[in-house]
């Protein structure tokens, strides 16, 4: 069984192959899919609208020809009676007459359904159609009726072609004659425009399929290739090497109280901001000098002030990295005593309150939690525009706990003022509760921000070790 899961394990290298390779077949895969289905939508809309525009030009057409018809029987049936035989004769005549391309003839239907004119389609002649229906259900000669009665309009319709005996698809225009109750049209086939755009369809699809098949290509050579890069690296290596970071990581975490006395996390904030103000305002005084404005010496003694502050900010915070009551009375004094100079300094209310942890809390998770309260208070005092503070340490079942509450603006409010996780101070503390099996969590709006550090009841030493243990 060890064997069977020892096998079926993955080992270093097999993980970074699939950390590299699922997210690209992934990313290849929605590629595809967005490419696919962006193409087909827009193939789509410009068909239709490339269809709408050739049918717009055959409609132009058909109104062409029924114009020039109109004109070739109009002073025939303007000057006839209704019942001018001789008139509606040859008026036939001419539109028997009038042919155009291989397809193209004019129909008349009386209004009762008799077909009168049919050059191309003799077979109609002199017989009535009313009724009469296309393959898709169209009644035609009853819609051409209907049309010629109202005056005017399009009908499209399925109808066989003269020249093959194929049915397509027909666009046609019909008129009436009201007087002597004809209904008078012409049509033009569009099968031709639907082959076309079949094309269209076709070759656009064509290229589609060979857009992904260069996507696939891409991602199998791109697999290859990190496939190969795997198959470089050394396995015993990899784990060596994972031995060490682990081993880094840890150390890194060890020496972190020593890389605060080089003030590279504390220092972050506040010294910065003060020294660009200082810059901001020696260039202002050499501004002044240069343009011999008196209030050069103004400038140059704000910006003596602030180094000057700088110079306190700096040993406070030199002073506070470390603090000697940690190591010596445990973690309730040292942030009783954090709290007291927090609020001396700043002048920001703070309610401290804990319960003692009965010689119980070991020296790392002491650390972490004055180290987040410590960071806590510095954010609160930068950004947070609080009045009042509530410090709150305390045990239970599951293990250690800390509370930070204040009353400021929150980390959104205003936006330019705020502090997010993406933060250095919030990293480090995430971090070091995070090192120690623990969980953080915070919680901010307009009313305020909450903190909440919490510890596993792991880091609780049990009752022999307390007594070489510091009180916390």
Do not use: C
């Not at 962006?38 to 057409?61: C, N, R």
């Not at 840890?250 to 109280?257: K, L, W, Y």
């Not at 003596?304 to 009551?325: F, H, K």
């Not at 903190?451 to 070790?465: G, R, S, T, V």
């Amino acid at each position: 069984m060890h064997t069977l899961k020892n096998r079926l394990s993955l080992s270093y290298g097999q993980k970074i192959f699939l950390l590299a390779t699922i997210p690209l077949i992934l990313a290849a895969a929605a590629i595809a899919m967005v490419v696919n289905y962006q193409t087909h939508k827009l193939l789509s809309h410009e068909i239709d609208a490339l269809k709408s525009e050739l049918i717009t030009a055959k409609e132009a057409e058909i109104l062409n020809y029924l114009s020039i018809a109109r004109t070739a029987i109009g002073s025939i049936y303007g000057r006839a009676l209704p019942n001018d035989a001789a008139a509606k004769l040859r008026v036939t005549q001419i539109l028997s007459s009038l042919l155009y391309g291989r397809d193209g003839y004019f129909f008349v239907f009386d209004y009762d359904g008799n077909n009168l004119v049919a050059p191309r389609q003799t077979h109609l002649i002199g017989k009535n159609w009313k009724g009469l229906r296309d393959e898709n259900g169209v009644p035609v000669v009853d819609e051409i009726i209907r049309i010629g009665r109202n005056g005017g309009g399009y009908l499209r319709f399925n109808w066989p072609k003269p020249s093959t005996g194929e049915t397509a698809e027909m666009v046609s225009y019909v008129v009436g004659l009201q007087d002597w109750k004809w209904a008078i049209g012409t049509g033009i086939f569009i099968d031709d425009v639907t082959k076309n755009l079949a094309a269209t369809r076709a070759q656009t699809e064509k290229r589609l399929r060979a857009t992904s098949y260069q996507i696939m290509a891409i991602t199998i050579a791109a697999l290859v290739l990190v496939f190969l890069s795997g198959m470089v690296l050394n396995i015993r290596e990899r784990r060596l090497a994972d031995a060490k970071l682990k081993k880094l990581t840890q150390r890194v975490f060890d020496t972190q109280e020593e890389e605060r006395i080089r003030v590279a996390r504390e220092l972050h904030d506040g010294i910065s901001q003060i020294l660009v103000g200082v810059r901001y305002v020696l260039e202002l005084a050499i501004r002044r000098q240069s343009q011999q404005d008196p209030r050069a010496l103004e400038s140059i003694t704000k910006a003596r002030d602030d180094l000057n502050g700088a110079i306190s900010e700096v040993r406070r915070i030199s002073r506070d990295l470390r603090p000697g009551i940690l190591d010596d009375l445990g973690l309730a004094p040292a942030l009783r005593a954090l709290t007291e100079d927090f609020s001396n300094r700043t002048g920001i209310q703070v309610d401290f309150d804990t319960v003692v942890f009965s010689n119980r809390l070991d020296k790392e998770s002491k650390t972490a939690l004055y180290r987040v309260a410590q960071e806590a208070l510095t954010n609160i005092e930068r950004h947070s525009r609080a009045s009042r503070i509530s410090l709150n340490v305390y045990g239970n079942r599951r293990g250690a706990n800390m509370r930070i509450e204040d009353n400021g603006i929150g980390m959104a409010y205003p936006q330019v003022e705020r502090t997010t996780t993406g933060g250095l101070g919030l990293r480090n503390m995430q971090e070091r509760i995070e090192n120690l099996d623990g969980e953080l969590l915070i919680t901010s709006s307009a009313a305020g921000t909450i903190i909440q550090a919490k510890l596993p009841l792991k880091h609780m030493l049990k009752a022999q070790e307390t007594l070489e243990e510091e009180a916390p």
